[in-house]
């Protein structure tokens, strides 16, 4: 069964080359679109039952599949690695990709560029795949660079719009900010291992990177900095609102399920090159506080329901990096698959909404949908609910509160820490249901007669079932001993560890901590359901208008760049761009002219000075032979 | 038979030679211009018979009658040039003759 | 033999596709193709015959027949595994260029293909010849034509990038020369054989250091006019810009190479000593040379001229990875430059033919052009990621290995080589957005690609994600011949003694 594995990207990657080079009708594209990566995921979940019924040796299948490059010196083989960390991102990413392709089969339907859309999208599928699959890190980088190209090309899917390229440029670029740390600390692993297997490294790693030495944090530090700009944390946060600009679909698989979540699989990958770095891994934690707070109350204040969604789902990968950063591997990742549905599922909905509402985005130009769509309100609601984390009924309840659990008992962790998260959930709760009141209830405003079909109530359906019911799998221990998550991941990645468990105290927390979500549901209730004029009247004043400027900018980090970094280096492009080095050239040339000039002046044309000239010249030659 | 001494012809050589330098460097005219050259190269062609003379060589006197063949050469040129000049220019004062000037 | 033919077929075909003008142009097109198909074919049975991983030392086929023996000066041509890679790549450029020329070159059509074979001959010899003088023979073949192509069927401002190109390489070119007749002059006098046989000049000893030095600045002056490096780039700008399409992509794609080939060749194995000293100075010039060719493509509205900068940026690389002195950086460089040709080549050609069909190079004039030619949009792009190295592209192998080759002695260097690849991604999708994407401009609607224009750029793209996914052959073919450059500049590095480690000669020498 496990030889099955390279299937896994490779039928995705087929699905693109059919889709590139083959002239298709529209339903063979969706065929061959959604078939690849339906077949993909049939592929993952028998691997996946298999790995459960009888686990491989150690819990780990490696698949060598190429060497890619063998120069004595330098050996790289291309290899595929299962193990539960790897199994997880796997079937994550080929469910709610195969669900999100299924949407899109009619949520695309009119559009010209049908087939181009979904060969991107399979192409993304291989790479993301690939990306997850690898064993080896230069295979990992084909991947991770392949992702963003993936990025880049929907995002600016509607290229007639030049604010659409330019985001893709812009998404692109600042990862790529991220990928070159990446890739030198790629280099410097290679340099100080000898190899880029990820196991080798991993294993290697105490020895070769002793805990304080300068290198033992450098390593680690580079690594971050690529998962910084793929995961969009502080402070290459800017592209994400604006890779808003793709389609709906994009935005769900790329943009809030899997492709960001790449930083947050590269650095459990890793784990053991962080956990031998304290401060490193402190930095991690702190990132992702001060990243979720920033994310959070951005989200809180935008109009525009994709970016709100967009900042919210920065400051919930910000979660992931809190967790990661105090060493509860497990339940970031366990937060990543339910966050994946979530999110999947609420930008599946906002995209029937905007259908419904003639592609307005403006959530305060939309409300009073509720009795027009009513199923896309239960999923959203549903979707919502679930990132806003209330309590005991969602997924997103479950692996928040472990992430709160853990940062609260973490030698690493600590108090401020905690009241990061804790205000970021109540923050959270205030904007998820702002969202949906804003949309669904209030005055109506617009007319529609949008239905979704079949396609679109089948994957928002399986996806809301999921986000409510994924979090069972993964009780705290003082409701039930139900711990299959963990139990499962920690066959790859370390058990958390943390100080003695005290059930009173567990018992506190959780309780606070669901009050919080549920007075933050309360305030969103007040403000925008029964006292709608609430908002416009707090802006009256002077100091909160300029707080939610400033939060609705997202904390000013664009306009900084803009001003200092991109404006002046676009200067500096602008006028050199006749390349100042041809001064040079054409000092040399200047200078041989006037010399040209002074010597021709010499030439009188009068024979005679010619022959005086000449004579001088022999009398000085003759004269100089004779005394010397 | 009387040896004229190899400083006489020299003498007169050079004499010549510095007459003939100074006509072409003070006359304008073009015809006696290069009738100053021909008087050079005739008191370099005398310098070399002397030469030739005095050490018994034979070489001197290949050498008069190679400066003799390349001398009739360059006035058959240099007449033809002066006459082209003269047509088009109608003077021979070789300052004039400056088209060539830098 | 095969070594010879390898030169006298694009040559004779040149001749005869000029003698076949006056009859008929698509003669004359057919000849030159088939000509070059012909060499292919004897390509093809070099590499057939060649054993992978290679046995009994570098050298693969060796030629050598007299020709001025009273100066020592001998036609002898040798190919190893370095040559081999990039005369396959000047022939399938070669034959990449006379397609894409078909109907954009309507005047003269002999004559150009006259030239243009005539180039490619003079490079194959570049990449061939083992005696020096005959090195700088082919050297100056390579100049003449190409400064009429570029003269006589440029664009606007023809003439002048035409001098510039000349004068530029000329220059270097005779530098090289001096340093040639010094080193000969240099052997004859310590030996007491005059030669300017590669493989006994090799052997030379050169006590003086500065001798040395000045000896290698003078090879060096003509290299790195060609490949080019920083402050000697001007020239390649103005004649990548003012060529017709075929001139731009032999200049990017192959005349470019000999500078990266010059210096793996002689440069390396003949002054190890001289190298060594120069390398920091090397790395800080590929360094600046990566990141300031990206800033000025950035800040081009002319669309050739942005894939020219570029080829500077990219052509950095290949600097900071010789003068690595590491095994693994020696490769990528090879990579980089095969990586580069290819990419750089379809670049300019997929540029060539839209300006064909649209008259201008002026980016702000275009956009939105995929709706028109999605095919040519395809195209442009799967060239423009392989450019930025995107990894599963010939350039990212290239880029990667040099780069970790060069982080084991130049941490710095690495780490802004690493850099210029955001700016390298800046421009390239820069260029995508400006050209390709966007509002529609005003520009007429025109012919997509055109099948033969299809299959070409097909060839190139899958080629060059061919070999990113699999680099091993470029990698075990350049292989051999890279050890012997790497043990010379070892031999030197440990300072062990006087002697000099010499590049090892053909077994069949007689």
Redo the contacts between chains.
Sequence with gaps: MYKTLWLVPALPMLGFLILVFARLTKNQVAMVGVGSVALSTMVAAAIGWSFIASPPVGSTYVQPLWSWVDTGAFQAVMGLRLDSLSLLMILVVTFVGFLIHLYSTEYMAGDPGYARFFAYMNLFMASMLTLVLADNLVFLYIGWEGVGLCSFLLIGFWYSERKNARAAMKAFLITRIGDTAFAVGLFLLYFHFGTLNIQSILDAAPAILPAGSMLAWIAPALLLGGAVGKSAQTPLQTWLPDAMAGPTPVSALIHAATMVTAGVYLIARTHTLFTGAPWVQFAVAVIGAVTLLIAATSALTQRDLKRALAYSTISQIGYMFLALGVGAWSAAMFHFATHAFFKALLFLAAGAIINAAHHEQDMFKMGGLYKKIPFIFWVFFIGAACLAAIPFVTSGFYSKDAILQMVWSSSKGGLILWLCGVVGAFITAVYSFRMVLLVFFGKPQTQTAYRPGPAVKIALGVLAFFSLGFGYIQLPEIIANVQFFSHFLERTLPAFWGSVPNHAVEWALLIFVSLVTIAGVGVAARVYYQEPALPARLLENRYAAAIHNFWEEGWGFDAFYTRFIVNPFLWLVRINSGDVVNVLYWLIEFLSERINILLSHTQTGKTRTYAAVMVGGAVITIGLLVLL | MATVPMEHGLILAATLFALG?VG??SR?N?IF?LMCVEIMLNAAALAFVTGGARWGHADGQIMIIFILTMAAAEVSVGLALILRLYNSLKTMN??A?????? | MILVFLILIPFLSGLLSWYMESRDAVVSRWIAVCGLALNLALVITIWAQVGFPQTGGPWIDHFAAGWIPQLGITFQLDLDGISLLLVTLTIILGIASVVTSWTEIQDRVGFFHFNLLTVLAGIIGVFLATDLILFYFFWEVMLVPMYFLIAIWGHENRIYAAIKFFIFTQAGGLLMLVSILALGILHGKTSGTYTFDYFQLSQTPIADPVVGMLLALGFIAAFAVKLPVVVLHTWLPDAHTEAPTAGSVILAGLLLKTGGYGFLRFVLPLFPNASIQLAPYAMALGVIGIIYGAVLALGQRDIKRLVAYSSVSHMGFVLIGIFAFSMVALQGAVAQMVAHGLTTGGLFIIVGLLQQRIHTRDMDRMGGLWVTAPLMGGAMLALVVASLGLPGSANFAGEFLTLLGVYKSHVWAAVLGAAGLVLAAAYSLWLMARVFFGPRSEVRSFGDLSPRELGLALFLILSIFAIGLYPQPIIDTASPALKGVNTCIKFCNQGSSKQRATIETPAQRP
């Design positions: 330098l072409l460097l304008r073009i211009m070789s300052d003759v400056s088209g060539m000037r830098g």
